[in-house]
């Protein structure tokens, strides 16, 4: 059978072209029902950090499922004492307390909502505005994709959406001297908006797929976090994409000596087996509302789900002993080194990253780095090209004016042989070789 629109009863994720049916997985490959592998050289949508079919997750996650479902205000559960006893070994000393969602925007939106109830309960409830970025990317939900800067996805909704202010984010490749490369756009807009108005900024500490793997400078960190200080904003960091080891390290915010008041966690902190998200506190922010109202007031069906930390509990201690953070840590070389041969095509303008996260940038004009016209559709097909070829890799468009860039995200599994990785460089440029 097609696995197509109109075909399937399912109202799929693209309803303009058919979908190889997954019917088992192993490592770093995925195999469908005519036993065809493909490479997954993002890791899904980022995700599959421990890599597929790990046995003991699984395992986990099914002894978890038996006791169904407890909900989170009646009961604690062993998953979920377990597991944020667990994370405490490998998040910073002020960063210890995570109250678990499902999705990387539900705990954007929490993030957010408490930055805001932390100032109400101080007393301060004229600060309520959060500002983030442009490129963002911080979720699809209304207050997150508020919050997101990809016109792509707001476009239609915007009657729905929250005005906040953005910024630009710092952009090492196109703009190496701006002010938000810098990071002094951020306080000029806190000056702007009022800093009595402000509760928080938000931003990913590397940008994972809405820049295309930007690694800022610690000067920029180290003068956002100044900045923030100085006018009492709440830092968040969105580390839904480039934490619990994507950049080898934990946190990405680790390469910069950066401790924020709020850490958003995702993706890969489920290992992809169950969908996990956090968001983590700052100690004296659970202090006030312990000595305020008494509680969060966000109250989630699926927060603190057994099965949902089973699977975070046994991805983390899977990370823990195989020590996959330093091995993505030790990976990033020979990844790096294996794309340089993607720069032989002159249609790649960048490529850039960090541990096992790289953002390749590909334009119309290597010198004057003129991006390819929308119309093109570059990264899409290129995207179907490795697709063709058995590779599956994440593309990206409209960071550099809100429609046109063009972006191929790659993230493997931690566990990726060097093998592969020369694998997903040869395909890739394989697919490149494949359209004009
Ligand atoms: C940085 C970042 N934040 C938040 C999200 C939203 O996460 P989810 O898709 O799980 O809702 C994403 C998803 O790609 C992301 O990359």
Not at 67 to 80: C, P, S
Request: hydrophobic share 40%.
């Amino acid at each position: 059978m097609r696995h197509a629109y109109p075909d399937g009863d399912v109202f799929y994720r693209r309803l303009d072209r058919p979908f190889p049916l997954a019917v088992s997985a192993h490592g770093a490959t995925i195999v469908d029902e005519e036993g065809r592998e493909y490479l997954d050289a993002s890791g899904g949508a980022m995700v599959a950090n421990v890599g597929h079919g790990v046995e003991e997750i699984a395992e986990a996650v099914a002894e978890a499922a038996h006791i169904g479902y407890i909900n989170g205000l009646q009961f604690t559960q062993r998953w979920v004492e377990e597991l944020a006893t667990e994370l405490r070994a490998v998040l910073p000393d002020e960063l210890r307390r995570p109250y678990f969602l499902c999705s990387g925007s539900e705990a954007v939106e929490a993030a957010v909502k408490l930055a805001r109830q932390i100032w109400v309960e101080c007393g301060r409830s004229s600060k309520w505005k959060v500002i983030s970025r442009v490129p963002s990317y911080h979720g699809n939900t209304l207050t997150a994709l508020s919050l997101s800067g990809r016109e792509h996805y707001r476009r239609i909704y915007g009657p729905l959406l929250t005005e906040l202010p953005r910024i630009p984010a710092p952009d090492s490749y196109r703009h190496p001297e701006s002010e938000a490369t810098t990071g002094e756009a951020l306080e000029r807009e806190i000056e702007r908006q009022g800093a009595d108005t402000v509760a928080a900024f938000l931003a990913e500490p590397i940008v994972g797929s809405s820049g295309g793997a930007v690694v800022p400078s610690r000067e920029y960190w180290r003068r956002v976090v100044d900045t923030c200080r100085r006018h009492d904003v709440l830092l968040i960091a969105d580390e839904v994409l480039c934490g619990m080891g994507r950049t080898g390290r934990w946190l990405a915010s680790e390469h910069f000596g950066l401790t924020p008041d709020v850490l958003v966690l995702g993706k890969g902190l489920g290992g992809g087996v169950a969908p996990l998200s956090a968001v983590v506190a700052r100690e004296e922010l659970v202090t006030t509302l312990a000595g305020g109202s008494g509680a969060f007031n966000h109250a989630q069906t699926y927060s603190h789900h057994p099965v949902s930390c089973a699977a975070g509990l046994a991805t983390l201690r899977y990370l823990r002993r195989e020590r996959l953070v330093d091995r993505c840590a030790a990976l990033e070389r020979p990844f790096f080194e294996a794309l340089e041969r993607l720069r032989r095509d002159s249609r790649v303008g960048d490529i850039r990253g960090k541990g096992l996260l790289a953002g390749i940038e590909l334009v119309a004009d290597r010198d004057s780095k003129e991006p390819f016209p929308r119309s093109a559709r570059f990264a899409e097909r290129l995207t179907a090209a490795a697709m063709a070829r058995g590779l599956i890799v994440w593309p990206n468009t409209g960071h550099v004016d809100g429609d046109r860039g063009d972006l191929i995200m790659l993230a493997p599994p931690f566990t990726i042989g060097e093998d592969e990785i020369g694998e997903i460089a040869a395909r890739l440029a394989a697919a490149l070789g494949d359209i004009e």
